[in-house]
Each structure stands twice: as structure tokens, then as C-alpha cells.
């Protein structure tokens, strides 16, 4: 009994399939029987359902195959029941097929970014042409890779309009020096370094500022300077001050030893 009512079930919902779904069913099986391998016109194809409406399976694409009038009344060369083969083989196309659109995207992907990488190197390379009317080799592109995990596009251009306007020498056929260029060249990363630090601290600007004055004036202790001088700013040095001391001591220690005695007497008054 309860078999003929479970066959009923299902045929009455099998007759509910649309047109619509057929045709996606056996467009998707390209017209052919999933068990037997037959194909339309040899064979009349129906729509089978993986896991019966009997057992709870629907009418979506997933649970539905193609099959042919044979091997859908278990007639055919395998037997109806033997699906799970089929579906597993099924689920493995539908895999190869996802992998396969993902690659594809990957690839996509990387082209992509490699043309952004390129384009920005070429737009770096010439500005430094435009500057210097001699542009970098391989060995200099790949600097200015490594310059980019770094610093910014517009922190580098910014760089180089400093560094090219600052250290070129021109020959006298207007030519830039090989020696020169390749010192502009090579400051660029440290200009570009220096430059986000006096962002961050835009009183870095003043203090590096005193730190020339000295270094063109007497010995100056490269590994204490800037601790010192940011010590000062600390205790809110008055920098024309500093910078006028920069200007007028006669040595390193005499220039150090002042602004010393200026942070102890202000460490002092906040302790107090
Ligand atoms: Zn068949």
C-alpha cells in the first residue's frame, strides 16, 4: 500500500517540473542520459530526481538529471538506485569547474596589479627623467620597487623634486653628472624618510635645521644630537634660542653642555 502511494506522490510532482527546468536539466547533461551515456534523439530523455520526492528531494537543479526512459524505470544498463556514483562524479565537475573559474580569477587578478606595479615605476621613472633628462636602468627600477613597499606615490615624487633639485650637477654640454645623478638617486629614499618623520613632528624641520648649523660649524656627536635636541623641545626650548647657540658656541661639548644645564633646570622646576 504504501508503495503505490509514494509513487503516486511522485509522479504527481514530477509532472510539476516546468518546461523552463527541464531544459536547464538536460542542457546542463548536454542532452544525455547521466547513467547510460545515451543521447537525445537516440533516446527519449526524462527528468529523474536524485533523491526521490518519496524521501524528501525537491525540484531544485542540484537534485534533478537527466535520464533516459530505460534507465528511469530501471531498465537501463546501470541500475536507477546506483546514483550516488553519478553524483559524486557530478559534484567533482562542478568542483573542477568552480577551481578552474577561480583561477582564472586569480590570474585576472595578478595581471592586474602587475600593470599597476609597471605604470607606477614608468610614471617614477619619468619624473626623474623630467628632472634629469636621464632615466633609470633595470637595477634602478628595481630600487624603486623597494622604495614603493615603503613610501608613498606622492611621497617619493615629492622626494625626488627635492633631491634632484638639490644635489644635480650639470657638465658643460648641460649633461647631469653620472656621480651627481646617482647621489640624487640615492637620497631619495632618505628625503622621503625624513620627510614623513617632520610630518609626524614638524618641529623635526627646526632641529634638523640646527643640527646643519653645527655640523658645518664644529664636531657634533651624530648619535646624541637629536636625542638632546628633542629632549629640549620636551622641555619647551626656545629653538631661535638653541639655534642661536648653534650658531655662536665654539665646540660640540660647549653647545651640548648648555643645553644640558637648560634641561636640568627645567626637569628641576617641574619636580618642584
Ligand atoms: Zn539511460
Known sequence: ????????????????????????????????????????????????????????????????????????????????????????????????????????????????VEDIDKITVDMICEAISTKSQLSPNDSGKRDIRKWLKRYSFDEILDAIDSSFSQYLDWDNDEEATSESWNKAFDYVPRISSVKRRTKEKPYLRELYYIRGILRNRVYVNESYIMDLLEDAVSYDADLEGVKYLAKTCNNWTQFKEKVEDYICVMKERSEQ
Not at 33 to 50: F, K, M, R, S, T
Open 1 to 112: 500500500m504504501s508503495k503505490v502511494n509514494s509513487k503516486k506522490t511522485n509522479t504527481k510532482k514530477r509532472k510539476n517540473l516546468t518546461k523552463k527546468t527541464r531544459f536547464e536539466v538536460f542542457k546542463r547533461d548536454s542532452f544525455t542520459c547521466q547513467y547510460c551515456g545515451n543521447a537525445a534523439p537516440n533516446v527519449v530523455l526524462e527528468v529523474d530526481h536524485i533523491k526521490a520526492v518519496a524521501n524528501g528531494g525537491d525540484n531544485g537543479l542540484i537534485n534533478l538529471i537527466t535520464s533516459c526512459f530505460s534507465c528511469n524505470r530501471g531498465k537501463g544498463a546501470r541500475k536507477l538506485d546506483d546514483n550516488t556514483v553519478v553524483e559524486k562524479q557530478r559534484q567533482q565537475l562542478e568542483e573542477l569547474n568552480e577551481r578552474r573559474i577561480q583561477l582564472e580569477m586569480i590570474m585576472d587578478w595578478r595581471r592586474d
